[in-house]
């Protein structure tokens, strides 16, 4: 199963876009890259996902590179309620497993 | 409605204690899941249950053992509890196996004096 790579921290001006990078160079042809993040004392907050196209929801924006090696998270207007822990997990190639593993993620800090 | 809720939030209990913590999700979903968060804050998977069976076990001793009554609910009983155990665990849900769009509960902190 594909691993990820991630900066231990960034951090990002309030207002600005965040752009949050993901290296999963070992990804499989059907396995999804998925982004969470979590606010400090708060479970974990799904995202985010994607296979190869480019994916937009109401949170972000994730950009996957055409050989899906890496991928970017994008906030678009980061406020300093998006400081916060994020993940980016790949889903197992083994469908049946039903686990997936989170790596130590990077600690995005939003600043006033 | 919360849609992952766990009981209690906060366990404070002593070394050798038996305690149990609950998990009930109201969407719907086929997969549960239990989490482990220790204090280096990294998330670990212990198991996971799929329409009341289980499907993951990941090598976690045998004092934690698992229980789903129906797909609603998965509860975490732990015995002879040690000062290693203390940690959060949360417990997650998704519609299915292979699904990773996870729903994660608030998380219990559990202390072991």
């Known amino acids: 199963d594909a691993k990820t790579t991630q900066p231990p921290s960034m951090d990002c001006a309030e207002g600005r876009a965040a752009n949050l990078p993901c290296n999963h160079s070992?990804?499989?042809?059907?396995?999804?890259v998925y982004w969470y993040r979590q606010i400090h004392s708060q479970g974990p907050q799904y995202i985010i996902h994607?296979?190869?196209n480019n994916e937009t929801n109401e949170m972000a924006s994730l950009i996957i590179t055409e050989d899906r090696k890496s991928s970017t998270l994008i906030l678009p207007h980061a406020t300093l309620r998006d400081t916060a822990v994020y993940y980016c997990?790949?889903?197992?190639?083994?469908?049946?497993?039903?686990?997936?593993?989170f790596g130590d993620g990077t600690t995005l800090t939003v600043k006033p | 409605d919360t849609a992952v809720s766990q009981t209690p939030k906060y366990l404070v209990t002593q070394m050798g204690n038996d305690k149990s913590i609950k998990c009930e999700q109201n969407?719907?979903?086929?997969?549960m899941y239990w989490y482990k968060q220790d204090s280096k804050k990294f998330l670990k998977i212990m198991f996971s249950?799929?329409?009341?069976?289980?499907?993951i076990n990941e090598t976690v001793p045998n004092r934690f053992s698992p229980k789903s009554p129906d797909k609603a609910h998965l509860n975490l009983h732990i015995n002879s509890l040690e000062l290693g155990d203390s940690a959060v665990y949360f417990c997650?849900?998704?519609?299915?196996?292979?699904?990773?769009?996870?729903?994660f509960g608030s998380g219990t902190r559990l202390t072991v004096v």
């Open positions: 997990i790949v889903s197992p190639s083994n469908t049946n497993a039903g686990k997936s593993t």
């Open positions: 994607g296979l190869k």
């Open positions: 249950y799929n329409n009341k069976e289980l499907i």
């Open positions: 969407l719907g979903h086929d997969t």
């Open positions: 997650a849900s998704s519609q299915a196996v292979g699904d990773y769009g996870y729903t």
């Open positions: 070992t990804i499989s042809g059907n396995e999804y």
